[in-house]
């Protein structure tokens, strides 16, 4: 079977592990990945030496790469050409320009949850609406809270019917490493309902949802707490079976010692994950709560890497690689290793 | 009118506190403050000329507040039988033992939301059940959370009833100051329900409440977001009217310039109060959002002060100073200055 | 004896303490501030009832300050016209173009540490080159590490002598309230020599100064090692001495309970300071080693406050008001209560 | 050639390294690693499937072992049985009761620096005193920030001798996952001088040293800053030609984008380097400034790993592998693929 052949545009937190998880994939083939610059993530790539095909997005920087000694393959134009799609991780607005290099050499792409989502013909998510984005030229994926959260709640949707959910958002004001922006001592908080609880309704049409949204002064992982209407009354019991069915959760526990986002990023680095990355969302079994019908529950969002999996979800759809969402995401699961775990 | 004679053991963030509040009231006399050791509160208390009389809690360890240069006006029993009400700050589980000691001078007292349910006749609350304090003899207050909690809900619930309510704690881990407690880059997830959601019940029991808290990195005020299922059916301009009627929560926006807790806490210090300390608590109107005939809003916690207020209520109720909560409250707030305030 | 006027530009962190300090001397008058917006600090001046007059920085925004109910008592020309000297504590830069306005109307300035050197005829220290301010008519202040820094050198140099010193800066890297600035779980360093070094051998130029600076991500206070070699050796208790005869210097020791910066902020709260401040640096006794002649210490710089005597020291040079630094500087002392307090 | 046989006993932070890092010498056997309960660490050596056998050093907790299905090999005694040498990481104290055990079955034994310096017959640095090690039967490591800082003063001491220095350590308080320590927002000093101080000259005896430890709220990686007395003046050139010279430090610069400690964790983590982590120290080649004839330069240390390759070392001295420091340094350096690196 001929691979199909990726490209990635920005090497930075996600498009580095989005390269990562291209290389993984059997069926796929990673052309190489593309920057503007010598970055820290640049000279890692060098240092480590250059697994990954190195293409210059800003020619008129040669003499920096060359002054750093970073082997270039080509400029974007050329990765685009020697690519069947691209996925672009690019800082937020630069996608929408990168489209016209798209357009013009005719390949297809798929933008981060940081683009509008008029960039796209479909936003997508690969358990949600895998079926949308079959064949499509043009995919924008979901934000890495976004993207956990519709999992947890596409998953109980499947099961039993939402009719909707409230979510408060207490987010991760920055990545390790980010010295350009941070939270000293401070909570902030945005403006209601956040844009993921718009977002997941655009995806979800048929839930109504909205959110609150306060960032906090940590770097490992967002945490988000839903008070969810599921349609028919279920219990703890019955949500635990039916998120414990799910491939791209992990149901952890205080008990066992996850004790929060913090243990989950350490765990990932024991595990020996690539950068100490996971690519699942947790739910903790301890934090799931009944209010009358409701159901209440945080899930733990590791945002440098959850978006990871349905990015090749949206190749695979965008490609027809497979046509189903089971197929698909099953696809990406298998070369992710991701299911294989079983902590309790 | 013979003044009420107060005294407060426990001089540590609370105390302190309590300490002014019940000095500003015009019909209470402040007989003084008790401690253990000459700890920096009571160091601060010496450079500021002993405004307060301090009476030592530990007579064993007196060399150590002679070689610190605190004067002493008596031990613990002293300032007991000195009183006629006792406001109990002392550290969780010291209280339970102090009642003793209260109950051997016949003596009324007032204990904090560290303390046990058992160790007092009624768990008290200003607005919610000051009617159920009239005459106690001893009374425990709420926790600073559920204090400021029940103030939103209460409100709401005498308007328009109140069914249920699920909340999401974003709990300041420390207090400015704190050396003994602390995370580091970390948030960290309690088992749920949350003792808040418990302890809402038990002060409103018509209310059915759930909540799941996360404790994060910073020191100036909690957070808490609210989904409320109210009886009827309101607008988020109804709620705005609600709360703006409260004396004791405060309208702010982002708009404003209240981007979080911590402009809050740097408004309070701006304003001049003592200690930079701020009574009310804040929601953001620019938080209040819709789902169905949910409500969901965010509330500031200031915990370093918020149970002041509601504490001195205990003592009017308690004393029968005043036999309603519209009179008590009212009488509370005249004298600490709440409810003076418009922003905008 | 006729007051002196002082207007006060830029109402942020340093213009509010600047104006709180000037009101407290009884030889000066504060004429007003000037801001640009209603900020959150021009809403608690509201809030507190307008104990100092308002007057406009930028007219052209005169409806927001309507809209926001501030009294208005003219425009920046007015408080320029109306003061025989302007403290300037607008953000950097701003103070430049200001300087025009001051030089239009004949009147003398104290620009802040912020400012280039260019913009002022003295870089000033209260107590290292007062005699330099005396009758000048542009001053510029030292930067708060800067000034808590050259209180120390300063104080050991006038006893003994020094011969050069080597400084750790661990700043605090923003204040209480900042969102516009803040780290997240990161240390960052800047390219040695630090400007505090460069700037203590400009007004110390007989002192050879290094140093290297690191952000942490708190915000009660910079603390600054330094390694001083001395002229003539002297002990531990000698040092002591030395700083504990210097009115703006506290020493501190971890047994008596400062165990960083934070408890320093939060005595400064428990002492009822305004806005919790505290004009003194700590030096703890317990950080002073010596090693061969050098000797090490740790200070402790409350970057809010730290620099209000030192401009209040500055007004009196530039008008003559007391001609030497021992006048000058006691004067200030004596109106601010710097000097009075005595810990252990 | 016969492998030596290593086991480890404690599987945290430092216990998984040393295994991971024994794990890759060519001329090594680790034997297991030993711990007490079914912590996060172990549950994650399960969930990669065992690639080291586990024993248990609490039989009497085998049935928490067996509930979290962690399938176990023996017990502390039989893995010391099975060894050469045991690393002992477990948690500080423990080590000397182990000593007992190793005694027992005449196994040669090297402690972690939290362990008091009587357990061990040499205070081991491999580079500083490689040859006191060889033959030893127990030998206890410098801790993390005085193996890094001992690195750097041993370098530049072999090259023109060092006379003094005086240290200010920017500590970090917590590992990334730890929730049983912690500071929030604050600044926490330690009497001085410092016990890195102190133990750099009992590893290095003609070196006077002293120095100032603040800990700071931040989990990446400690600062120390270095004012340093070299016997002979050298030039910052010079200075950074033996820095780069030695195989286990790092010459950055902020320029290049190493902008803190945060920088060289996340480069590491793209570097894919097992759990994220640096076994060199890094200096800031920006950072190196003179004052007379003393250089004052900045190092980061990476906690959680700076500390695995002078335990192989002092394995190979232990058990005689390599009879010099040159020798024994460089097979560790080999196996550990560290110098390989070049970044700019």
């Known amino acids: 079977m001929k691979k199909i052949k990726v490209g990635v545009a920005g090497y930075g937190v996600i498009g580095q592990r989005l390269a990562d998880g291209v290389a993984l994939q059997g069926d796929m083939e990673l052309v190489g990945v593309a920057d503007v610059a010598p970055t820290l993530s640049v000279k890692a790539l060098k240092e480590k030496g250059m697994p990954y095909k190195f293409f210059t997005a800003a020619p008129e920087r040669q003499a920096e790469l060359e002054a750093a000694g970073i082997p270039v393959s080509g400029d974007l134009d050329d990765l685009v050409r020697q690519s069947d799609i691209m996925l672009d991780a690019t800082s937020a607005g630069v996608g929408a320009k990168n489209k016209l290099l798209y357009e013009k050499y005719g390949k297809k792409a798929i933008f981060q949850g940081g683009e509008k ?52 958002i207490i987010r991760r004001v920055a990545d390790p490493g980010d010295y350009h922006r941070g939270l000293t001592n401070a909570l902030q908080i945005d403006k209601a309902p956040s844009h993921q609880a718009l977002d997941l309704m655009t995806i979800m049409p048929h839930v109504e949802a909205t959110g609150i949204l306060v960032h906090t002064p940590v770097t490992h992982g967002h945490i988000i707490t839903v008070v969810l209407t599921p349609k028919k009354d279920i219990s703890v019991a019955e949500a635990l079976m039916y998120f414990d069915g799910h491939p791209r959760i992990r149901l952890v526990s205080i008990d066992e010692g ?81 299911g294989k775990w079983k902590i309790s």
């Open 117 to 168: 989502n008029t960039v796209a013909d479909v936003f997508f998510h690969g358990y949600a609406n895998y079926e949308k984005g079959v064949g499509a030229d043009f995919l924008k994926l979901t934000s890495c809270n976004t993207t956990g959260l519709i999992r947890a709640v596409d998953c109980l949707d499947r099961a039993v019917g939402v009719e909707k959910v409230a979510i408060t």
């Open 258 to 338: 996850f004790q929060g986002n913090a243990s989950l990023f350490r765990y990932a680095r024991d595990l020996g994950n690539p950068r100490g990355d996971m690519y699942e969302i947790a739910i903790w079994r301890d934090s799931i709560v009944k209010s009358g019908r409701d159901i209440m529950f945080a899930i733990n969002i590791p945002q440098e890497a959850v978006v990871i999996p349905e990015n090749i979800d949206a190749i695979r759809a965008s490609m027809k690689m497979q046509l189903t969402r089971d197929e698909g995401t099953a696809e990406t699961n298998t070369y992710l290793g991701i």
